[in-house]
């Protein structure tokens, strides 16, 4: 158990829709990230926070957004859904902004008919 | 961030040590070396980083040569359960933010 947290475990939605996915980091870190991964693209960083603030971007398509609360936590949004977007997603968490040691949770899985 | 090259798969059998290799060769200055298991469907995990010379702890050590172009994550004894898809990322830290890329990884595979 890596002390992350993420909500919901599962998740199947129609092409079109909206969903939030949740993370909660682990005590004490202040750093958050999000990556995607899929069959075909393996795991792709799409976005890191800090303390609240955007701090990296990677591939993150204009559909999705993401936020970190004053609370640390964060949750990522994916709108207008495509069958292409159905992929794990996973959210990390680190004690600073530039770790390379990064806690992983246990994913959400978005499938999308 | 530095591209890493690494086999696609390994096959071993249970008991006998795992040497992964990671070819860097454009690592930079202020590049570490951090290594991820993940088993199908969970988040990757931490195994261990390191920067030169050699690192160790509990489960696993890391042999990073002087020209650090390359990198070995020794798994000793391996057991069914290490069965899993390793990755090898190198990146720095940067107070802007870090991107970690993970390549397609070693798939290793450990049989009785």
């Known amino acids: 158990d890596s002390g992350v947290t993420q909500t919901p475990k599962h998740l199947i939605t129609a092409t079109g829709q909206r969903v939030t996915l949740r993370c909660s980091p682990r005590?004490?870190?202040?750093?958050v990230y999000w990556y995607q991964q899929s069959l075909d693209q393996g795991l792709q960083f799409l976005i890191q926070?800090?303390?609240?603030?955007?701090?990296a971007k990677g591939n993150i398509l204009e559909r999705f957004s993401a936020q970190q609360f004053p609370d640390l936590h964060s949750e990522l949004n994916l709108s207008s859904l495509e069958l292409g977007d159905s992929a794990l997603y996973f959210c990390a968490s680190s004690p600073r902004p530039g770790d390379n040691e990064q806690y992983f949770g246990p994913g959400t899985r978005l499938t999308v008919t | 961030l530095a591209k890493t090259t690494q086999p696609i798969s390994m096959d071993s059998y249970e008991g006998q040590e795992v040497n992964i290799t990671c070819s860097h060769n454009n690592i930079a200055t202020n590049d570490y070396i951090t290594w991820y298991q993940q088993f199908p469907s969970q988040g990757p995990r931490f195994i261990i980083q390191?920067?030169?010379t050699k690192v160790t702890n509990e489960v696993a050590s890391l042999f990073i040569p002087a020209d650090r172009k390359s990198s070995t994550l020794s798994l000793p004894r391996v057991s069914l359960s290490d069965t899993a898809v390793y990755y090898c990322?190198?990146?720095?830290?940067?107070?802007?933010?870090?991107?970690?890329?993970f390549g397609t990884g070693t798939q290793l595979k450990v049989e009785l």
């Open positions: 390191g920067y030169k």
């Open positions: 926070y800090y303390n609240g603030e955007e701090r």
């Open positions: 005590s004490g870190d202040l750093s």
């Open positions: 990322l190198v990146g720095g830290f940067t107070g802007g933010g870090n991107k970690l890329t």
